[in-house]
């Protein structure tokens, strides 16, 4: 990645909801990959269209008529011509082993419990498990190499075979990287991370809380690192940050996913 992009692409990250940086990056790209600055503005140009669409829809129909049509005719355009772009392009979107998809009422995927959704060109929100956010053991070379993940951390087995050590996935590591690490190294405008298998526990009064332990033993305990970034996190430990329902929970578990991937980023 030269100085250039890195600069573009941190302007993304640090606006993620707005879509001019996007296209800026896709006005970089037009010499270097056409296809995917092509994809960036279809997707940008379709979020526009249905904004566009929803306006009309709650507008008086009786002075909306011609532009609703309009809009609508704009937006099967840049459906049809989306999934065509994204035929194209999807395989550079997978410097991991993560499926990534899109979400335009045409794709009909069959989604992995663990995927990454693409949103106005760039991978928007993960979904995982706790293990595969955080690091978990190769896939590639696993039960060869004589050890395994559990709980976050390594647990060795007797009987390893020499050729996990030539491994071309993990270099002989034994540990694929994090998606965590991953989203910071592509720099990608993460706007939620959903941990699939984590829940809060329900402290009656006290309200929905997780808590932080170095062994997960159960589905409400965190890494350090995740745990810190939640936010009401203070340093001091006295309290412990606590929600008044599990969706809010949930959501400040986002956030702070978003939180490590952007920690990870500046380092």
């Known amino acids: 990645m030269t100085d250039t992009e890195r600069s ?3 302007a993304v990250c640090a606006a993620p909801a707005d879509d001019w940086p996007r296209l800026v990056y896709a006005d970089w790209l037009e010499d270097r990959d056409p296809e995917r600055a092509a994809f960036i503005r279809v997707q940008c140009g379709r979020v526009a269209a249905e904004r566009e669409y929803d306006e009309c829809l709650m507008a008086d129909l009786s002075h909306c008529d011609s532009t609703r049509t309009a809009a609508t005719k704009r937006r099967k355009e840049l459906v049809d011509r989306e999934v065509e772009l994204w035929l194209q392009v999807r395989d550079s979107y997978t410097p991991c082993e993560m499926q990534f998809i899109i979400e335009n009422g045409r794709m009909r995927d069959r989604h992995r419990p663990s995927h990454v959704i693409v949103r106005r060109g760039f991978p928007d929100v993960i979904q995982c498990t706790l293990a595969e956010f955080v690091g978990e053991g ?3 070379c696993h039960g060869q190499r004589g050890r395994t993940v559990q709980n976050g951390g ?3 087995f007797s009987g390893s075979y020499p050729t996990w050590q030539d491994c071309s996935i993990c270099s002989g590591t034994g540990r694929r ?3 965590a690490e991953v989203a910071a190294r592509e720099m990608w405008p993460v706007t939620g991370v959903r941990l699939t298998g984590v829940e809060p526990i329900n402290t009656g009064e006290f309200g929905w809380r997780f808590t ?3 062994q997960l033993r159960g589905p409400y305990m965190l890494p350090y690192e ?4 939640l936010p009401g996190w203070r340093p001091s430990g006295q309290t412990q940050p606590t929600w008044r329902s599990r969706d809010l929970a949930l959501a400040a578990l986002s956030d702070a996913g978003v939180r490590v991937i952007g920690g990870r980023r500046t380092k």
């Open 138 to 140: 190769c896939w590639a």
């Open 226 to 229: 995740i745990y810190q970034a």
């Open 212 to 214: 932080a332990a170095n």
């Open 177 to 179: 990287e994090r998606l």
């Open 154 to 156: 390594y647990r060795e």
């Open 8 to 10: 573009l692409l941190t």
